[in-house]
């Protein structure tokens, strides 16, 4: 089934993100429209790792865990699959720095003039994963992240935090400041994105997703809104149950 | 509106029963006006006018049939490629008996069988205005269904069947206006054409008209008012949604929202509640009572309609007035036939602009977002819940809706 | 060599706002008019529906609605002195892209600028003396008082369905209103949008203190509105995702909701879409327009003869515009000549955010709406008396929370760690007990010598054209007003009950990478004086006079509250003076 997508991945070259893909055209006499969404979002399926290799997502599963480590009532970071969705966005557009401005000369300024690197966040945590190994298997005897007790973790994390370690390539803090944005994106954003499988970032705080009609709940004040979560995906209820 | 128009228009509805007027020649500006305006009754142009094209009845339109489909001929006054070279006669006999220059037989998606009821003066004024119209060279190649129905003489029995020829008669027993409601539905209107159920061979069950017909991937709903879909619309509802495409009820949407943009939002006031008045008078059967639907499916019906669709259409599906359809009032909703539920479902719909109403708010799609399970759950609790216990919809007919529409070109 | 296209009567540069209510009046006046529109066209139900709408991450944080810095950007620096660099990617605004422009994702605050405000430099200078505004300071009158534009902001309510509670109905007080609004002619066409329990909670605190609490003017209908053009609206359902985001119910107003579908009925209207105006061409005299070049999506080069011009485009790019097409004198601050770039002016922002107690305080902050709030406006413009302050201007402070998104509204009181179990575990503990207005203090941005727009002398847009140059830093007055009213806002938070108050100054240097608001405005501002300004009283421009510059370019500066209200009734009072006043007379000054 063709839909209006497929037509123009070519003409997308500058309009990379923007929501109707037509081309250039005349509008009169009607308000356009056509059937089927214009932009409907892409779904993450489970599946191998489209980014990361195996090495390097074992890597930031842990440090997912550790960002946000598990508790009795919610998971971390792993198990909510920030490191999916991470893997995700750093495979498509994010993860290229589509979109953004790349023209050069590259020329580093103050922090108020904004981020000057020519490096993509995919290229920032290529070389961040591997700054981070190799600091730790030359200062643990050989072993990787994942493979350090997690307060062992908390400390390598804390020293690239504070400064005090250098990656090759790479400013290691920046690296940690893009995982401190990152992963809890991961948490927090719809499920579709790959990430709060089970929306349960959402039901740790109590965000009930996409419901979209408040109006009885305007008025209530002093109450916890008590519906469950729902994604753009939905929720188990939406599925009859079979009996 | 001009003067002139508002008188013409007046003398067009002198004229409807085509008893009253006078034989009126080509330059005869009244015979021009009532024919324009028999025009518009009848929609030519939604056929005979290939949208966008500026080109109005050059024709060369494809029109759908259960049966294959049709290519509609050009009907401006150009000599070689229009009609202009007919005579009165042949045009007439066109219109009314269905039968084309050269004696062959039309196929009924030209509805002579309706067209039938009007007056040989009607038929003549329609010719004047036509006459009138810019001559454009479009050479259509009118085409032939698939065998045995490429047989002309095949039209033959179906006329036999089906075509019973003659002129509107009004009941005596009726007021004027619903006589002219009659005359205008059963007549030019043609409303019967999509909304009267067909027999295999595509001919109408007149026992059971107006009461739904599923075409072109949309279905027509029941429109009758005794007992059917419209028993909740007042007469100036159903005139305000022809003359706008939306009342505090609905909105037209699909193939009804041409039929309200080149038809019925140009009719008089008058004639609108002509058919109002008729359509209400027209017996229909009581809707089903509630239908026995799976109690699971209806608990994940009523959870995505909360979550999705209570937005716009409300928790309790009342909608806005003129903006969000009402469900419970919505005649589509409770039809026998939920294609156009699953249609707008899956793919969206957008509601028809008009003069008075032009927000024409479209309802966005869910078919890429829902599965076949959700939206069969979803179509059966709206159906159920609104739609006065409406028959249930299953995973399988999901499955069908969407290979149908798949294959769509419209 | 671009293909020329037949010529038409005006053509209009943007499809936004100003573009479309330009649009409308002009094609209703008989016009051939034709509008072209650099993004895409947007659509309710395909491009934003409530099915998808309400993703965070995709529009909020990757920007997905806005304008791609890949398309064009522009430069930024903090003082003259410095190299200015791109904005690789946005923060501090985000400009819109499309059909609709910024109308499709704002969040309907829809104010009323002061009647001092319009006066703002003889106001100050009879009140204040002229010594007590800094020396470097540019503000000016704007050659048009606010009883000039009185029925235009009324057009724009009403067309607008805007929700919400008059203060001055003909001078007459009215209480739960806005004491200090201008006067005006009747009352809003729709009632308040409904109040969630933080705002309610504020305004209680509020009129304990003494101060006269009102609900925010919202563009997002309290109830279903059909506006004086036939066009409806469906009633608001406070869905928590209006900023940054389409909405999918129709009932936010935007040209969408309010405009577009009438004005496309118009036959004598056209728009084309996804089509890129790159200048303004003049005739050989260089004093008038001949029309516009622009540049579709295949990179084909057209050019649209008109007799009239309206550039409606985003502020910056209006000036820009100007700046390549070559129309005005350039500004330059050093010498304080010229004109276009000039007056260049933002908004002071700060936030306070507050915690209470978690057992007590349950708010909902995703039960939201673009415009909910109550706010107080005791601090705005010239409402107290500033002298023994040190400072002039100011700005409305409301809780305005519009939204509880996760992503950012994650607030943890001062010191918990950034990341691990304790931040876990402070996120859950406060996200429905902390209040996080986001824009609570809505403060002026006066206008400088030293801040203003040129064209950058390095980096350049796809088609090798300059990009424009921003430079732009707080000066003193503003942060001192900043502080001042932070200060008072943080107290009635303070008087709610919150068990912390956290307040967050607006700090120098102006950080182009954090957010605070899209109301970039000046660089080409209207005025009374050619010298000093780029435009006369009606949006004209002097050098060209069939050329009209809308938006809020055209603010001489900026003044404490959001300025889509004033932008729409500028458009409406320049639509009024074309119509009776320019055709009359075209190619020729208004009241020249």
Redesign the interface.
């Known amino acids: 089934?063709l839909n209006r997508r497929t037509f123009l991945i070519a003409?997308a070259v500058?309009?990379?993100?923007?929501?109707?893909?037509?081309?250039?055209?005349?509008?009169?006499?009607?308000?356009?429209?056509?059937?089927?969404?214009?932009?409907?979002?892409d779904i993450v399926r489970p599946g191998p790792w489209q980014f990361f290799t195996v090495d390097e997502a074992v890597a930031m599963e842990a440090i997912a865990d550790?960002?946000?480590?598990p508790?009795p009532e919610?998971p971390g970071g792993k198990q909510a699959g920030c490191t999916v969705f991470l893997d995700r966005q750093l495979r498509g557009?994010?993860g290229s720095s589509?979109?953004?401005?790349?023209?050069g000369?590259f020329?580093k300024?103050?922090?108020?003039?904004?981020?000057?690197s020519p490096l993509t966040p995919a290229e920032l945590y290529r070389k961040g994963l591997a700054g981070l190994d190799k600091y730790c298997k030359a200062n643990n005897g050989g072993k990787g992240f994942a493979e350090l007790a997690a307060d062992q973790q908390?400390g390598v994390?804390k020293k690239i935090?504070a400064g005090e370690i250098a990656f090759e390539g790479i400013d290691a803090r920046g690296f940690f400041d893009a995982l401190?944005k990152d992963?809890?994106?991961g948490f927090?954003?719809?499920p579709?994105?790959g990430g709060n499988i089970d929306m349960v970032?959402?039901k740790?705080?109590?965000?009930?997703?996409?419901?979209?009609?408040?109006?009885?709940?305007?008025?209530r004040?002093?109450?916890?809104?008590p519906n469950p979560p729902?994604s753009?995906?939905?929720?188990a209820?939406?599925?009859?149950?079979?009996? | 509106m001009g003067n002139a128009r508002t008188i013409a228009i007046a003398l067009a509805a002198l004229c409807a029963s085509s008893r009253v007027c006078e034989s009126a020649g080509p330059q005869d500006f009244s015979a021009v006006e009532h024919g324009r305006y028999l025009a518009i009754a009848a929609d030519c142009g939604s056929c005979h006018t290939n949208p966008d094209s500026h080109q109005p009845f050059a024709g060369g339109r494809p029109i759908e049939t259960p049966f294959g489909f049709l290519v509609a001929p050009n009907i401006t006054p150009d000599r070689e490629t229009g009609i202009g070279a007919w005579t009165d006669e042949e045009f007439d006999a066109a219109v009314r008996q269905g039968r084309s220059r050269d004696g062959a037989r039309l196929y009924p998606a030209m509805p002579f069988p309706y067209f039938t009821h009007m007056s040989r003066q009607d038929v003549a004024d329609i010719r004047a205005y036509l006459n009138t119209i810019e001559p454009v060279h479009n050479p259509v190649t009118v085409n032939r269904l698939p065998f045995p129905l490429s047989l002309r003489d095949s039209m033959i029995a179906w006329d036999a069947l089906y075509f019973t020829p003659g002129e509107f008669r009004a009941d005596p027993s009726k007021s004027a206006t619903w006589n002219r409601g009659a005359y205008l539905v059963q007549g030019p209107g043609h409303c019967g054409a999509c909304h009267t159920p067909k027999t295999l061979l595509g001919g109408d069950k007149s026992s059971t008209a107006l009461q739904g017909y599923t075409l072109q991937g949309w279905t027509a709903p029941d429109i009758t008012g005794g007992q059917g879909s419209l028993h909740g619309w007042s007469v100036e509802d159903i005139v305000v949604y022809l003359r706008t495409g939306h009342n505090q009820h609905a909105a037209a949407a699909g193939l009804m929202s041409e039929v309200v943009d080149l038809s019925t939002s140009r009719l008089t006031d008058e004639d609108l509640k002509a058919i109002a008045v008729y359509l209400k008078d027209v017996s229909g059967p009581a809707p089903e009572t509630a239908s026995a639907a799976?109690p699971?499916?209806l608990?994940?019906?009523g959870?995505?309609f909360q979550?999705?669709c209570?937005?716009c259409h409300q928790?309790d599906g009342t909608g806005v007035p003129y903006m969000f359809p009402d469900l419970a009032q919505a005649a589509t909703v409770s039809a026998k036939d939920p294609t156009t539920v699953l249609r707008v479902i899956l793919?969206?719909?957008?509601s028809v602009?008009t003069e008075q109403e032009p927000t024409?708010p479209?309802m966005?799609?869910f078919?890429?977002?829902?599965?076949d399970?959700?939206i069969a759950?979803l179509a059966t609790y709206v159906r159920n819940h609104f739609g006065k216990g409406a028959s249930p919809v299953s995973e399988g007919d999901v499955r069908k809706a969407r290979a149908a529409l798949?294959a769509r070109t419209n | 060599m671009p293909h020329k296209l037949p010529a038409k009567d005006v053509v209009i540069v943007g499809l936004g706002w100003t573009g479309s209510i330009m649009a409308y009046e002009l094609a209703d006046a008989g016009l051939d008019v034709v509008a072209i529109e650099r993004?895409?066209?947007?659509?309710t139900?395909?491009?934003?529906?409530?099915?998808?709408a309400?993703?965070?991450?995709?529009y909020r944080?990757?920007?997905?609605?806005f304008l791609?810095?890949?398309?064009t950007?522009f430069t930024?620096?903090?003082k003259m002195n410095?190299?200015?660099?791109?904005?690789?990617?946005w923060?501090a605004f985000m400009p819109p892209?499309?059909v609709g422009g910024g109308g499709v994702h704002w969040n309907a605050e829809t104010w009323r600028f002061l009647p001092s405000d319009f006066v703002v430099r003889s106001h100050l200078t009879q009140r204040y003396g002229a010594n007590f505004l800094p020396q470097d300071m540019t503000i000016q009158d704007w050659g048009v008082t606010y009883d000039d534009l009185e029925p235009h902001y009324d057009r724009f309510e009403y067309l607008c369905g805007t929700s919400g509670q008059a203060g001055n109905v003909k001078g007459q007080i009215i209480d739960g209103g806005n004491p200090f609004e201008g006067a005006r002619s009747r009352p809003y066409p729709n009632p308040p949008q409904?109040?969630?329990?933080g705002p309610?909670l504020f305004a209680k605190a509020a009129r304990d203190l003494g101060y006269k609490p009102f609900p925010q003017p919202s563009g997002n209908m309290s109830r279903a509105y059909r506006n004086p053009l036939g066009v409806r609206l469906g009633?608001c359902?406070?869905?928590?995702f209006c900023e940054w985001f389409g909405c999918?119910?129709y009932s936010k107003a935007s040209p969408q909701t309010t405009i577009?579908?009438v004005l496309?009925?118009k036959?004598n209207?056209?728009?084309?879409?996804?089509?890129e105006v790159t200048r303004i061409n003049l005739d050989a005299s260089g004093k008038r327009a001949t029309g516009v070049t622009f540049v579709?999506?295949?990179g084909n080069e057209w050019e649209q003869p008109a007799d009239l011009v309206i550039l409606s485009a985003y502020t910056i790019f209006n000036v820009q515009l100007l700046l390549l097409s070559q129309i005005g004198k350039p500004y330059d601050p050093v010498a304080n000549t010229g004109v276009i770039g000039r007056n260049f002016t933002h908004q002071t922002i700060s936030d306070v955010t507050s915690f209470f107690d978690p057992a007590k305080?349950?708010f909902?902050p995703?039960?939201a709406s673009g415009a909910i709030g109550m706010c107080i406006d005791e601090f705005n413009g010239d409402n107290f008396d500033h002298g023994p302050h040190g400072f002039v201007g100011g700005g409305y402070m409301g809780q305005v929370q519009t939204n509880?998104?996760?992503?950012e509204t994650?607030p943890v009181p001062p010191g918990t760690l950034?990341?691990?179990?304790q931040?876990?575990?402070a996120?859950?503990e406060n996200?429905?007990s902390a209040l996080k207005p986001g824009t609570g203090v809505h403060g002026s941005m006066y206008s400088y010598r030293d801040v203003y727009v040129d064209l950058d002398p390095?980096?350049?847009d796809?088609f090798g054209r300059p990009l424009a140059r921003l430079t732009m830093d707080f000066h003193d007055n503003e942060l001192k007003q900043n502080r001042f009213l932070t200060d008072k806002f943080a107290g009635i938070f303070q008087a709610m009950g919150a068990r912390q108050v956290v307040k967050e100054y607006r700090t120098g240097?102006?950080?182009?990478?954090k957010y605070q608001t899209t109301h970039l405005c000046g660089g080409a501002i209207m005025g009374t004086d050619p010298a000093t300004s780029a435009l006369n009283r009606y949006q004209q421009c002097w050098d060209v006079p069939n050329l009209f510059v809308t938006g809020a370019s055209a603010f001489p500066q900026n003044h404490g509250y959001n300025p889509t209200g004033t932008v729409a009734a500028l458009a409406y009072w320049t639509a009024d003076a074309i119509r009776g006043k320019y055709l009359k007379n075209p190619d020729h000054l208004i009241d020249g």
């Open positions: 089934m003409a500058w309009f990379a993100g923007t929501t109707s893909l037509t081309r250039a055209s005349l509008v009169r006499e009607h308000m356009p429209w056509s059937p089927f969404p214009s932009d409907e979002p550790r960002i946000i480590p508790d919610t557009p994010y589509a979109g953004l401005y790349r023209s000369p020329i300024g103050s922090k108020e003039q904004g981020p000057q908390d994390l935090e401190l992963v809890p994106e927090f954003s719809d579709i994105h970032g959402w740790m705080i109590g965000f009930p997703g996409i419901r979209y009609d408040y109006r009885d709940w305007v008025g004040h002093n109450e916890r809104y729902v753009i995906m939905g929720r209820d939406w599925t009859p149950q079979k009996s | 799976d699971a499916v608990t994940a019906g959870a995505i979550d999705l209570a937005a928790r793919q969206g719909a957008q602009a024409g479209a966005p799609a078919g890429w977002q829902l599965d399970a959700q759950a798949a | 993004g895409p066209w947007r659509n139900a395909t491009d934003f529906p409530p099915g998808y309400a993703d965070e991450l995709r944080i990757r920007h997905e609605l791609r810095p890949e398309q950007t930024f620096r903090n410095q190299t200015a660099l791109p904005i690789r990617s923060g892209n499309g409904q109040q969630p329990f309610t009633p359902t406070y869905c928590g999918g119910n577009l579908p496309v009925r036959a209207f056209s728009a084309r879409d996804n089509s579709d999506v295949d305080f349950v909902n995703f039960i509880g998104r996760p992503i994650a950034r990341w691990g179990a931040w876990k575990k996120v859950k996200y429905q390095t980096y350049k796809r240097p102006y950080d182009v990478t």
